[in-house]
């Protein structure tokens, strides 16, 4: 690069300056002037994700129709080296969706189609645009399941399912997006079109490409349609609830369970503000005066759920539950996991804003974390409910801040740094599920030490020598 | 929040988390893929128009608060308690000061009661009738026009119904488009001249009552049949030399806004084989006076689900709002003229012989 254009690169940014109307006249001649957006009113919905406190404006949002398109938008930004934002549907929840430089912002909203569902193989072919949920229904039709089932299914996109490696209340027993992922078809940023994986049963022609794009949140290639492993659909399942008079216990319910080789399907808890939250938007009829709520149940043959989910019952039991119940048909099962992905908006009832962390550690010091975490939120005075895949050892603490107050934001930030500290020195991690984004970049380095952040930068390098895709998160 | 225009309720433009989670139910996001054709996009609007980032009068802003269907659909999904139906109404009431003529002359021309009566003049609806108790019924401004039969359907299932034509307008149709006060006070005074339990076989407007005069004295016909059942026996209604095949178009403000939808199922049971359409509970389009104003998104909105219709062998889809009626009956007429488009009363009415 010459210097006079490295001279004329904003600073801050690493970005040379960019000129709106110019980049949305170059952009409609791509996609159409119809699929562009470049009024401030119109583009203000992609300034942000579900991450409260993080915004920034685009300079423009194009909606790509077709993968030539983005093929050639990725090119064109390559060229004139524009950062380039590829969004699903705005879900995230560490702003990684977030356009930190402005630049593009590119839904990919407009890839819906489910291609192919081949019940005989057990594999489907799908657009990113197509929700987690769509493609569940999809599988479902032919007697098949897609495993991972995120808290927003009903609105996330498969594409950012990829991009987060989206995780899901099924993990336990099932795993997580990146398990599902048998290829990809991706545009890189310098807007080459690969195909990664391979529908064979062995295949080591490269290196693992697929899982190398499964969980880089946007910032090494634009993913423009997804092949995926589907399983049988279980026959039945079973879902039980057991109340607690401290989240204590219910982690120490969980870890016994995990440590008798026992492995449901669903494994999840709640503390007493989550439990209140929820019960006032699903009405369900929850136990407020619980201290914790341990949701449990497996799927399977009748006799092999039912005996995962007795077994669990009685170690429930043998940690002092204060009583256990049984969702008695599909629909009260179905409801009881629709209330618990509720929980995190839900939650919002209680404070101006909620802060959602995502740290993870070995069951074994579940019991160990989940003290912490109260014992660190109330050193600092701040509130927090904690949920979460208790099964996965996923904790989603959330604190509950009222911005307003004197020294609010200080002591947020204590106590997220405390949490993480604590979450690795027990061998976990700071984010199980939720990604890294802007949200969680500074405090990446801990975790993972200075080689290893070098050698993200240089994969990143590989895939986008020019730097623009994603800037600002993940490798950069 | 800091509202420094004051348009809206601090407290319900706070509410949202943009989570995220009211994008599937709302069904212009659904056509257009695009967040700011979503709710979560309008308040991200509605919130730079409160803080002076963007005008309220700004173009884009303006086009989003009329594409809006006003359904709701997007509050019964919404974990945080998001009031999205009563900030859209203060975006409206702040935006919307020059209407298009079509809105003015049909707010102007139910505005007051003898407004309504002379424009019914030759409708027969429901006539002048004292019944027992304390239970009235309302005619609608435009439903006693326009489908006079539903009113003298609800009084033939329900003779105890005392029927007043001077009672007015409840201004829904105001307050949802723009007049937000005058809506207000128009409930107020029909509560007034209405002095008890009143009878909506409106879904529109029984949400609308129920906010401003409190929801103990509204009451939607289907509960009301569901609570009163009628005095005589209901008969299989038969169509095509079968018993009919029924299904339910939800009213939008009655299922999101009050929570009414369930009761009316058992209802249908006892007079038809119910058919359950998967789109009953989503928007068919009608949306109040949106048919009427942007008539192409509203058959875009109608498109999936007219597809469903056409593919379940109907002979009558049941509404329980006189706009739906319309819009329903009008496109029906024209795309499948073999369903027939039935109030819930004259339903009921049909299969009790009243």
């Given at each position: 690069?010459a210097?006079?254009?490295?001279?004329?690169?904003?600073p801050?940014?690493g970005f040379?300056?960019?000129?709106p109307?110019?980049?949305?006249?170059?952009?409609?001649?791509?996609?159409?002037?119809?699929n562009?957006?470049?009024r401030?009113?119109?583009?203000?919905?992609f300034?942000?994700?579900?991450t409260?406190?993080?915004?920034a404006?685009?300079?423009?949002?194009?909606?790509?129709?077709?993968?030539v398109?983005?093929?050639?938008?990725a090119?064109?930004?390559?060229t004139?080296?524009?950062?380039?934002?590829?969004?699903?549907?705005?879900?995230?929840?560490a702003?990684?969706t977030?356009?930190i430089?402005?630049?593009?912002?590119?839904?990919m909203?407009?890839?819906?189609?489910?291609?192919?569902v081949?019940?005989?193989e057990?594999?489907?072919v799908?657009?990113?645009?197509?929700?987690?949920?769509?493609?569940?229904a999809?599988?479902e039709?032919?007697?098949?399941?897609?495993p991972?089932?995120?808290g927003s299914?009903?609105?996330?996109?498969?594409?950012?399912?990829?991009?987060t490696?989206?995780g899901?209340?099924r993990g336990l027993?099932?795993?997580?997006?990146?398990?599902y992922?048998?290829g990809?078809?991706?545009?890189?940023p310098?807007g080459?079109v690969?195909r990664?994986?391979?529908?064979?049963?062995?295949d080591?022609?490269?290196?693992?490409?697929?899982?190398?794009i499964?969980?880089s949140?946007?910032t090494?290639?634009?993913v423009?349609e997804i092949?995926?492993?589907?399983?049988?659909?279980?026959?039945?399942?079973?879902i039980g609830?057991?109340?607690?008079?401290?989240?204590?216990?219910a982690?120490?319910?969980?870890s016994?369970?995990?440590a008798?080789g026992?492995v449901?399907?669903?494994?999840?808890?709640?503390?007493?503000t989550?439990?209140?939250?929820?019960?006032?938007?699903?009405?369900?009829?929850l136990?407020?005066?619980a201290g914790?709520?341990?949701?449990f149940?497996d799927?399977?043959?009748?006799?092999?759920?039912?005996?995962?989910?007795?077994?669990?019952e009685?170690m429930?039991?043998?940690n002092?539950?204060?009583?256990?119940?049984?969702?008695?048909s599909?629909?009260?099962?179905?409801d009881?996991?629709?209330?618990?992905?509720?929980a995190l908006?839900?939650l919002?009832r209680?404070a101006?804003?909620t802060i959602?962390?995502?740290?993870?550690v070995?069951r074994?010091h579940l019991?160990e974390?989940?003290?912490?975490?109260?014992?660190?939120a109330?050193?600092h005075?701040i509130?927090?409910?904690?949920f979460?895949?208790?099964?996965d050892?996923n904790?989603?603490?959330?604190?509950?801040?009222d911005p307003?107050?004197?020294g609010?934001?200080t002591?947020?930030?204590s106590v997220i740094?405390?949490?993480?500290?604590?979450?690795?020195?027990?061998?976990?991690t700071?984010?199980?599920?939720?990604?890294?984004?802007?949200?969680?970049?500074r405090?990446?380095?801990?975790?993972?030490?200075?080689?290893q952040i070098?050698?993200l930068r240089?994969?990143?390098?590989?895939?986008d020598?020019?730097g623009i895709l994603?800037?600002?998160k993940?490798g950069? | 929040?800091?509202?420094?225009i004051?348009?809206?309720?601090p407290?319900?433009?706070g509410?949202?988390?943009?989570?995220?989670y009211?994008?599937?139910?709302?069904?212009?996001?659904?056509?257009s893929?695009?967040?700011?054709?979503?709710?979560?996009g309008?308040i991200?609007?509605?919130?730079a128009?409160?803080?002076?980032?963007v005008g309220?009068?700004?173009p884009?802003a303006?086009?989003q608060?009329?594409?809006?269907?006003?359904?709701?659909?997007?509050?019964?999904?919404?974990?945080?308690?998001?009031?999205?139906?009563?900030?859209?109404?203060?975006w409206?009431?702040a935006?919307w000061k020059?209407?298009?003529v079509?809105l003015?002359?049909?707010?102007l021309?139910?505005r007051?009661?003898?407004?309504?009566r002379?424009?019914?003049?030759?409708s027969?609806?429901?006539?002048?009738?004292?019944g027992?108790g304390q239970d009235?019924l309302?005619?609608?401004?435009?439903?006693?026009i326009?489908?006079?039969?539903v009113?003298?359907?609800?009084?033939a299932?329900?003779?105890n119904?005392?029927?007043?034509?001077?009672?007015g307008?409840?201004?829904?149709?105001?307050a949802?488009?723009?007049?937000?006060a005058?809506g207000?006070?128009?409930?107020?005074?029909l509560?007034?001249n209405?002095?008890?339990t009143?009878?909506t076989?409106a879904?529109?407007?029984?949400?609308?009552?129920?906010?401003?005069i409190?929801?103990?004295?509204?009451?939607e016909y289907?509960?009301?049949a569901?609570?009163n059942?009628p005095?005589m026996?209901?008969n299989?209604?038969?169509?095509r030399?079968?018993?009919a095949?029924?299904a339910?178009?939800d009213?939008?403000?009655?299922?999101n806004?009050?929570?009414?939808?369930?009761g009316?199922?058992p209802l249908?049971?006892?007079?038809?084989?119910?058919?359950?359409?998967?789109t009953?509970h989503?928007?068919?389009?009608?949306?109040?006076?949106?048919?009427l104003?942007?008539p192409s998104?509203?058959?875009?909105v109608?498109?999936?689900?007219?597809?469903?219709?056409?593919?379940?062998?109907?002979d009558?889809?049941v509404?329980?709002?006189?706009?739906c009626?319309?819009?329903?009956?009008q496109?029906?007429?024209?795309?499948?003229?073999n369903?027939?488009?039935?109030?819930?009363?004259?339903?009921?009415a049909?299969?009790?012989?009243?």
């Amino acid at each position: 690069m010459a210097d006079s254009e490295e001279a004329t690169r904003d600073p801050d940014t690493g970005f040379p300056p960019i000129d709106p109307n110019t980049l949305a006249q170059d952009l409609a001649r791509i996609v159409g002037e119809r699929n562009i957006r470049s009024r401030t009113a119109e583009m203000l919905p992609f300034s942000r994700d579900a991450t409260p406190l993080y915004s920034a404006m685009p300079h423009v949002v194009v909606f790509p129709q077709n993968k030539v398109h983005v093929s050639a938008i990725a090119a064109y930004a390559t060229t004139h080296v524009i950062p380039l934002v590829p969004r699903g549907a705005g879900t995230n929840l560490a702003a990684a969706t977030v356009p930190i430089h402005g630049g593009i912002v590119m839904p990919m909203t407009a890839f819906r189609q489910i291609p192919s569902v081949d019940s005989a193989e057990q594999i489907a072919v799908v657009e990113p645009g197509v929700t987690t949920i769509e493609l569940g229904a999809a599988a479902e039709a032919v007697g098949l399941m897609y495993p991972p089932d995120p808290g927003s299914r009903h609105t996330c996109t498969m594409g950012g399912n990829v991009a987060t490696n989206a995780g899901g209340l099924r993990g336990l027993k099932y795993g997580v997006t990146g398990d599902y992922i048998l290829g990809l078809e991706v545009v890189l940023p310098t807007g080459e079109v690969i195909r990664t994986g391979s529908p064979l049963k062995k295949d080591v022609a490269s290196y693992d490409l697929t899982q190398l794009i499964v969980g880089s949140e946007g910032t090494l290639g634009i993913v423009t349609e997804i092949t995926v492993r589907l399983v049988p659909k279980p026959e039945h399942e079973a879902i039980g609830i057991a109340y607690f008079s401290d989240l204590e216990s219910a982690a120490a319910t969980v870890s016994d369970v995990i440590a008798a080789g026992v492995v449901p399907s669903t494994l999840e808890f709640l503390d007493r503000t989550c439990i209140r939250v929820v019960e006032e938007y699903a009405h369900l009829g929850l136990d407020t005066d619980a201290g914790a709520l341990l949701l449990f149940g497996d799927d399977g043959t009748i006799d092999m759920s039912e005996s995962t989910t007795r077994r669990i019952e009685e170690m429930c039991r043998l940690n002092h539950a204060r009583s256990i119940t049984r969702a008695e048909s599909v629909a009260s099962a179905d409801d009881l996991l629709a209330a618990r992905r509720c929980a995190l908006p839900a939650l919002s009832r209680r404070a101006p804003v909620t802060i959602l962390e995502d740290v993870g550690v070995p069951r074994s010091h579940l019991v160990e974390m989940v003290h912490r975490i109260n014992d660190i939120a109330s050193s600092h005075q701040i509130e927090c409910a904690v949920f979460g895949h208790a099964g996965d050892g996923n904790l989603h603490p959330t604190l509950l801040v009222d911005p307003t107050e004197p020294g609010a934001e200080t002591r947020v930030e204590s106590v997220i740094a405390d949490i993480f500290d604590a979450a690795i020195e027990l061998g976990g991690t700071i984010t199980g599920e939720h990604g890294i984004g802007i949200a969680k970049r500074r405090h990446q380095d801990r975790q993972l030490g200075d080689a290893q952040i070098a050698l993200l930068r240089r994969v990143k390098h590989a895939f986008d020598p020019s730097g623009i895709l994603n800037p600002g998160k993940l490798g950069s | 929040m800091n509202s420094k225009i004051g348009v809206f309720n601090p407290d319900e433009l706070g509410a949202c988390i943009s989570c995220g989670y009211c994008l599937p139910a709302c069904p212009t996001y659904r056509i257009s893929g695009d967040e700011s054709s979503s709710p979560r996009g309008r308040i991200a609007l509605m919130r730079a128009i409160d803080s002076g980032v963007v005008g309220i009068d700004d173009p884009v802003a303006m086009e989003q608060s009329e594409l809006c269907l006003g359904c709701r659909a997007c509050e019964p999904v919404c974990p945080a308690g998001v009031k999205y139906g009563n900030l859209i109404e203060q975006w409206r009431d702040a935006a919307w000061k020059r209407k298009p003529v079509i809105l003015t002359g049909l707010m102007l021309a139910v505005r007051r009661a003898w407004q309504i009566r002379l424009g019914a003049a030759l409708s027969n609806h429901a006539h002048r009738s004292s019944g027992e108790g304390q239970d009235f019924l309302m005619l609608g401004c435009f439903e006693r026009i326009i489908f006079p039969g539903v009113s003298r359907a609800a009084k033939a299932t329900h003779p105890n119904l005392t029927v007043d034509p001077d009672q007015g307008c409840c201004g829904a149709l105001h307050a949802h488009n723009g007049a937000l006060a005058t809506g207000e006070a128009m409930a107020r005074q029909l509560g007034r001249n209405l002095p008890g339990t009143i009878v909506t076989t409106a879904g529109g407007c029984a949400a609308h009552l129920a906010s401003v005069i409190g929801r103990e004295r509204v009451v939607e016909y289907s509960e009301y049949a569901e609570l009163n059942p009628p005095p005589m026996p209901l008969n299989p209604i038969e169509r095509r030399g079968r018993i009919a095949r029924i299904a339910i178009q939800d009213s939008c403000h009655l299922r999101n806004g009050l929570g009414v939808a369930q009761g009316i199922r058992p209802l249908i049971r006892q007079v038809g084989t119910l058919v359950d359409l998967e789109t009953a509970h989503e928007c068919c389009g009608a949306a109040g006076s949106y048919a009427l104003l942007r008539p192409s998104d509203a058959r875009l909105v109608l498109d999936p689900k007219l597809v469903e219709i056409a593919h379940r062998d109907l002979d009558i889809l049941v509404v329980v709002n006189p706009g739906c009626h319309r819009h329903l009956a009008q496109q029906l007429k024209q795309e499948l003229p073999n369903v027939e488009v039935m109030h819930l009363a004259e339903v009921i009415a049909e299969a009790s012989d009243a």
